[in-house]
């Protein structure tokens, strides 16, 4: 159902590392589940609508109407890195 | 001074009222019974009693909530490492709304990480064990709430429901859990799993102080843009009959892997209902079996994309290394858990280039069908019903190895959850000395009809939960 | 083969910054330049459990650019997750429009519009160098107040052929916006970025190429540099028999290097799916008549007014049209009912004066009034200033303000005209010049500009250069 490729591929669209064994049993785990899942096929759903909000909430819009932001110390306090009031991470580019 | 602990959250609430109680009294009782927790039910526990006696129609009756609600200063966590010590600096709109109406927090309660969990043994913290059995499970995800509540630990709680989070665990700890109809209570300040299915909802010790909880809950939330409301007040439940009321038993979700003695308990129950006046009928819901099916595509989908926000950088678990993916993937993988890193590949899978139309479109459509065949069904019943969960509570550790007879727990509710409806669950009796659940659900925004079906049912059900509360 | 020529193909994806007071989907304050992560809060950090709320005056600006766009209005439209991992990201997904965009369709120009979108804007990552604390790697922080500020994302159809002309229509473009007063259209500040596609064909053909796409451009001149190097790369990969590659590039303009962003490997999956912690949005006749209310004249059709009422040529009509700030000074000014109000053509002629003397873009910024301005092109039509004159006025209104009349008054500035007070100088002139008179007298009348030089000098240029050769002709008899 879902091999050890895809596994890589999806862990790595999710930026998730996983060991060979953490492959090994995801790959077994998803198969499985999926396997379930595929009852899904067998319905014939042409013409159905998707439903992507389950109840009709008219527009819930904001104003235009400023609240007070949070002070930066408060911010940054949960911040595992942080330099010059910012929040520190490798840089992109580099590796 | 009558036994604190003793009362209901509602009839504490009137004693406190009437002078009979001191809030102050009230608060340190259960906070000194929180903090010798020994079901591993809390992961906080209030230092002390709240300076000003709260005041308010909640009348300082102190509250546990699940651990994803936010609340400012407080730990809250989800249950997850990755949120190791995570202190918000805001406060969940539906905490901060009770405690409005006087109701303190007390504990935040042990769940399952980021509510995937039907045990509560995928906790950071650890399992929680059912106060009825200490080697079962309590249920997932709210399992610290249903625990906490049954346990009388906690007068009342707050917990989440997705695919049946709520449902579940109040079943298996023999308490009341209300789902609310999608949009009933903000999400403003829940840490997300699926935001198109969370809602939050009480875990009482009655039908009462389900409906006096929930009053307080619910209501527009200018700050969630999918909360509406209700589009009445919440009544306290009076009914004592149910003359006239149709019952339907769905013929789709009945049957297939549901534990004899469950399935007795439950059919005492409808019989119980037939004698308060009620008809019980078979309903059609064609789609429901397809439910999980579906939930288990739209739910990770979601989930996959609410989690991606964990990435080390502003707040929560950073492993570090000197290149950007790595930091990503190493405190992803240190961070969550297995059950939730299987559901993030699993939507992530669901949602990918090529995959989207036959998992996540397909289960998209199947939602519309189930919402239709509820509509449906409730032309010809007022509510269906159905047991809340399809066995009683489970050893720990007896499914944890296969994920899948765990999904199988959500059988029963999670299509109430696709459907977006109003469910509830209360006890109905007792198999092998366990409590089992019955499940009354009822059309989009009839919580008060639902809470006063299940008020009557519950009167005459007589079900005596003071067993687990020691 | 060398012999072919090649046409391109160009289409542009323009985000453009909306002025609304706060964010995209919280109540932070936009601002500019402040110190990092102060305009922040639980919704644009992306906190656990926060949930964005639209800002309705972001869709209000968007309906506002459809209609100057002529775009097709979406009665009901919604958000998506577009899912990807980067530090300037929050979330981990940008709320964006996708399937279900707010306008479709539509043209500016002779260029159509393929979309408009709602999207937030990413975070700024500022970049440390090298970190001791990482062990000597590379390092960055994250700045996330400009996170979540609400962008238009406007995507043409492949309808530009040039560089010139794009960096022509996204004038146009620019100016629209700015008129219609939904954002700063500033590109040094980044309120205004533009991603072209690229692609080349054999002139006259009709498929397209395989397109390139030149990233994130932060200038007018950039950009019509950066197509124009991309177009050459691409015409020197075809004449030498080589493919060109689908990708993303960079255009550096110090060194004109093009460079790839992504190897193909990298090719993002987005996983775009139904945003749902935002409703659709369902545009409501209120909100459509409002937004049509709020619709001031756009710059095509005030060139054409300019044209038709004013009668200024089509080139002056546009350069006032298309620069707002100039086109208001200049409505600003001739809406001055003076005794004697400009002629507009004169007018505009004057605010080009002005323009050339000013360091910033707008007029209205300088010293010099509206009102100065048209009374000074009046002036001068009246003949009570001369030319030159008229041009020191000006230097002294750019340098303190103040009126044009009090000036030329104050400075003796006045024209002088035929009679008594400009006779004297002529004459003096003549008699400073005979070989000039001997030439006029003999009917050669180009020597003529040395007595009206003379003249000009002697009053300071006050003298009207016409009246200096009457008088001339008149004391010689010509
Ligand atoms: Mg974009
Ligand atoms: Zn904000």
């Known amino acids: 159902m879902i091999d050890r490729e895809q596994v890589l591929h999806v862990a790595r669209l999710a930026r998730l590392s996983l060991s060979d064994d953490e492959v090994q049993q995801m790959a077994g785990e998803l198969s499985k589940v999926l396997g379930h899942i595929e009852k899904i096929a067998e319905l014939d759903l042409d013409g159905v609508p998707p439903t992507s909000h389950v109840v009709e ?29 910012g929040f520190l991470v490798p840089s992109p580019q580099a590796g | 001074m009558t036994d604190a602990v003793a009362l209901t959250a509602a009839q504490a609430a009137a004693a406190v009222e009437a002078g009979d109680l001191d809030p102050r009294e009230l608060f340190e009782a259960y906070r000194a019974r929180a903090a010798a927790d020994d079901l591993n039910a809390f992961v906080w526990v209030a230092g002390e009693a709240p300076g000003e006696p709260a005041s308010g129609p909640l009348a300082g009756v102190p509250l546990g909530v699940k651990d994803l609600f936010c609340t400012e200063g407080v730990p809250s966590q989800a249950g997850s490492k990755i949120l190791e010590g995570y202190r918000p600096p805001y406060t969940a709109s539906v905490v901060a709304r ?28 650890g399992p929680v064990l059912n106060p009825w059995d200490r080697s079962r499970v309590p249920g997932g995800s709210s399992g610290g709430s249903a625990a906490a509540v049954a346990a009388g630990l906690v007068p009342w709680a707050l917990g989440t429901d997705t695919g049946g989070s709520i449902r579940q665990p109040a079943a298996l700890c023999g308490i009341v859990g209300l789902k609310p109809t999608y949009g009933a209570v903000s999400r403003f300040g829940m840490i997300a799993f699926a935001s198109s299915l969370d809602q939050a909802g009480p875990l009482t010790r009655d039908v009462t102080d389900a409906a006096l909880l929930f009053r307080h809950m619910t209501g527009r939330d200018p700050r969630d843009s999918t909360s509406i409301g209700l589009p009445e007040e919440v009544r306290l439940p009076s009914a004592r009959r149910l003359d006239g009321i149709r019952l339907g038993v ?75 993916l790595t930091m990503y993937t190493r405190t992803r993988h240190d961070g969550f858990g297995a059950e ?63 994920p899948l007879s765990m999904y199988l727990n959500d059988y029963f509710t999670v299509p109430m959850s696709l459907a977006g409806i109003p469910a509830i669950s209360i006890p109905c009796g007792l198999s092998e000395g366990l409590p089992v659940g019955l499940q009354l659900a009822g059309p989009a925004f009839s919580e008060n009809r639902v809470l006063d079906a299940a008020f009557a049912l519950e009167q005459a059900l007589g079900f005596d939960g003071s067993g687990a509360r020691q | 083969m060398s012999d072919v020529a090649y046409e391109a193909v160009i289409g542009l994806e323009i985000h453009v910054q909306l002025s609304t007071r706060t964010k995209m989907f919280c109540g932070c ?5 402040e110190p990092p992560n102060t305009r922040t809060c639980e919704v644009c950090l992306g906190l656990p459990g926060a949930l964005p709320v639209a800002n309705a005056e972001a869709i209000h600006f968007g309906l506002m650019i459809g209609l100057a766009l002529d775009c097709d209005l979406a009665p009901r439209s919604i958000f998506h997750r577009k899912n990807y991992f980067y530090p300037d990201l929050p979330k981990g997904y940008q709320i964006s429009q996708y399937d279900e965009p707010l306008c479709r369709g539509g043209k500016l120009g002779d260029v159509r519009i393929h979309r408009v979108h709602l999207e937030e804007d990413a975070a700024k990552l500022i970049h440390l160098g090298t970190s001791g604390r990482l062990h000597g790697s590379e390092a960055s922080i994250v700045d996330f107040n400009r996170g979540g500020t609400p962008l238009a994302e ?40 533009c991603d072209a596609n690229i692609s080349i064909r054999p002139a006259g053909t009709h498929e397209l190429g395989t397109k390139t796409e030149l990233k994130n451009m932060n200038s007018f001149r950039f950009i019509e540099r950066g197509i124009r190097a991309e177009i050459a790369r691409q015409e020197a990969l075809l004449r030498a028999g080589e493919p060109v590659v689908q990708e993303t590039l960079h255009f550096d303009p110090r060194t004109e290097a093009i460079t790839s962003l992504r190897s193909k490997e990298e090719a993002h999956d987005y996983r775009y799916f139904p945003e749902p912690d935002l409703t659709p949005v369902g545009i409501t006749d209120a909100m459509l008549e409002r937004a049509r209310a709020a619709m001031p004249e756009l710059p095509a059709a005030r060139a054409e007014r300019f044209e038709r009422e004013l009668g200024l040529p089509a080139d002056g009509a546009r350069l006032l049209a298309w620069r707002t700030e100039l086109g208001d000074y200049f409505e600003a000014a001739l809406a001055d009912d003076g005794d004697d109000a400009p002629e507009p053509q004169a007018l505009a002629n004057w605010l080009n004066e002005l323009v050339a003397r000013i360091e910033t873009d707008d007029p209205a910024e300088s010293q010099v009034q509206p009102r100065a301005l ?47 007070e400009l006779e004297p100088v002529v004459q003096q002139a003549l008699d400073a010049n005979p070989d000039v008179v001997a030439k006029l007298s003999a009917g050669d009348m180009k020597p003529i500009g040395v007595i009206v030089g003379h003249v000009m000098r002697e009053t300071r240029g006050r003298a009207d250069g016409g009246a200096v050769t009457r008088i001339v002709r008149q004391k010689l008899g010509l």
Request: charged share 25%; glycine share 10%.
């Open chain 3, 154 to 193: 406007i995507v043409t159809e492949p309808d530009l052929r040039s560089a010139e002309d794009a960096g022509e229509w996204l004038r146009l473009l620019r100016t629209t916006l700015r008129r219609l007063g939904v954002s700063d259209v500033n590109m040094e500040e980044g309120s205004l970025r």
């Open chain 2, 250 to 324: 769905p013929d789709d979700l009945t049957g297939e892997g549901v534990e004899p003695g469950v399935m007795a308990a439950f059919e005492a129950a409808l019989d119980r209902a037939r004698e308060l006046g009620a008809t019980v009928e078979r309903v059609a819901l064609p789609h429901a079996d397809y439910g999980l099916s579906a939930y288990y595509v739209l739910a990770p989908a979601e989930a996959s994309s609410n989690l991606a926000r964990f990435d080390g950088v502003r707040y929560g678990l950073r492993v570090e290394a000197d290149d950007l």
């Open chain 3, 374 to 420: 048209a009374s000074l092109a009046a002036m001068v039509a009246g003949k009570r200033v001369t030319q030159n004159a008229a041009k020191q006025v000006l230097d002294r209104l750019v340098a303190e303000g103040g009126d044009p009349a009090a000036i030329v008054e104050a400075e003796g500035l006045g024209a002088i005209g035929a009679g008594d």
């Open chain 2, 98 to 125: 009770l405690a409005e109406a006087g109701a303190p927090l007390l504990a935040k309660t042990n769940q399952d990480e980021f509510a995937m969990g039907s045990s509560n043994e995928n906790s950071a913290f």
């Open chain 1, 57 to 85: 909430v008219p527009n819930a819009l904001r104003p235009d109407e400023p609240r007070p932001s949070l002070p930066r110390d408060v911010v940054l306090a949960a911040a595992p890195a942080v330099a010059d009031g």
């Open chain 2, 340 to 402: 939730v890193k299987r559901r993030i590949m699993l939507g992530t899978y669901a949602l990918s280039s090529g995959y989207y139309d036959a998992y996540y479109g397909r289960a998209q459509r199947v939602r519309t069908k189930i919402a239709e065949d509820f509509k449906a069904a409730f032309d010809a019943v007022d509510f269906v019903v159905t047991p809340t969960s399809p066995g009683v509570a489970f050893e720990l550790g007896a499914k944890t190895g296969d």
């Open chain 3, 29 to 33: 304050e936009l601002g500019f330049g």
